[in-house]
C-alpha cells in the first residue's frame, strides 16, 4: 500500500496505451477537494469535491484537474481482488463522500497522511484495504472481518480526537462521540477489545503527557502542582498516585532525575 497527500497544479494527466508498457496493475483511490473530470472507456465522469474515485490502472485513463489538493492511494490487486471480487467488474467505481462508510475512510487516510505509521505497518494496510472493500461491497466480505477493519479505524481517529482534546477540562466521552458520529457505548466497546477503558485511556495519555514534561530539562521551572493541573488533575496527591502506579517512581524522582543530569 502506497499512501500520499500532494498539491496538483492545474493539469491533464493521462495514461495511454504506452504508458500502460510499464505492467502497473494495482487500483488507485483518489480524493480531491476540488471537482474535476475523469475520462475512462471512452466517457468523460466529472467528479465532485470529496467523492472517492477508485480505477484500475491497466487500463487508460485522463484526469482533468484544478489546482487541488489530493489523497491518493495504492491499493494491491490481488488482496482487492480477494475481498471485494466486483472491483474487477468496472475500470472505474465513483463512490459518494455522503456515507459514513466513506467519511470513515476518508477521515482515516487523512490520519495516516499526518501521522504516518513507522513501525507494525502491515495490519493497517490490511485495516485500509477492508475498509475500501466494505464501500464497494457491503455484505458480500466477510463481517467479522469487515468490523474488525472498520473499528481498528475508527478507534485509532478516537484516539486521535482524546490526543488533539487531550487537556480540554471539559473533555469526557460524549464529546468525542459526537465529533466522531458514533456512540459513547461503541466508543466504550473499542475500548473493550484492547482491554481497557476510555476514563483508562485518557488519564493514561495525560499521565504520559506529564513525564514527558517534567523529565525536560527546560521546565525544570515549572512547579510539579502546575503540571499536574494542566494534565488534568484536579489535586496533586492523585496525581502523585497514578503517576507512581503507572511508572513505579514519583514525578520528585523524576524531577531530582533531571536536575542531577544538569549539574
Request: with cysteine; aromatic share 6%.
Amino acid at each position: 500500500m502506497i499512501l500520499g497527500q500532494t498539491y496538483y497544479s492545474p493539469a491533464a494527466v493521462t495514461r495511454d496505451r504506452r504508458a500502460l508498457m510499464d505492467g502497473r496493475c494495482n487500483y488507485i483511490l483518489s480524493i480531491h477537494d476540488a471537482d474535476y473530470e475523469v475520462e475512462m472507456d471512452g466517457k468523460t465522469h466529472t467528479i465532485p469535491s470529496g467523492q472517492i474515485v477508485i480505477l484500475d490502472e491497466s487500463n487508460p485513463f485522463a484526469f482533468r484537474l484544478p489546482g487541488t489538493w489530493g489523497t491518493v492511494l495504492s491499493l494491491e490487486r490481488r488482496q482487492m481482488e480477494r475481498l471485494a471480487p466486483t472491483i474487477a467488474g468496472r475500470s472505474l467505481h465513483i463512490i459518494p463522500a455522503a456515507s459514513s462508510d466513506a467519511a470513515l475512510l476518508a477521515g482515516y487516510l487523512a490520519l495516516l497522511n499526518r501521522h504516518p505509521p513507522t513501525t507494525n505497518v502491515d495490519p493497517i494496510a490490511d485495516h485500509v484495504h477492508h475498509l475500501v472493500a466494505r464501500l464497494l461491497t457491503i455484505g458480500q466480505m466477510r463481517e467479522p472481518t469487515g468490523r474488525a477493519a472498520i473499528g481498528a479505524a475508527r478507534l485509532r481517529l478516537v484516539k486521535a480526537d482524546i490526543a488533539r482534546h487531550l487537556f480540554d477540562p471539559g473533555l469526557d466521552i460524549g464529546d468525542v462521540a459526537r465529533r466522531q458520529q458514533v456512540s459513547p457505548r461503541y466508543i466504550q466497546q473499542l475500548f473493550a477489545r484492547e482491554g481497557t477503558t476510555f476514563s483508562d485511556h485518557v488519564r493514561g495519555a495525560r499521565l504520559d503527557a506529564a513525564l514527558k514534561r517534567l523529565a525536560d530539562p527546560r521546565q525544570v521551572g515549572q512547579p510539579i502542582s502546575h503540571i499536574a493541573f494542566e494534565a488534568g488533575f484536579g489535586d496533586l496527591s492523585t496525581f502523585n498516585r497514578a503517576f507512581r502506579k503507572r511508572f513505579g517512581r514519583t514525578p520528585r524522582d523524576v524531577r531530582a532525575e533531571v536536575l542531577a543530569i544538569g549539574r
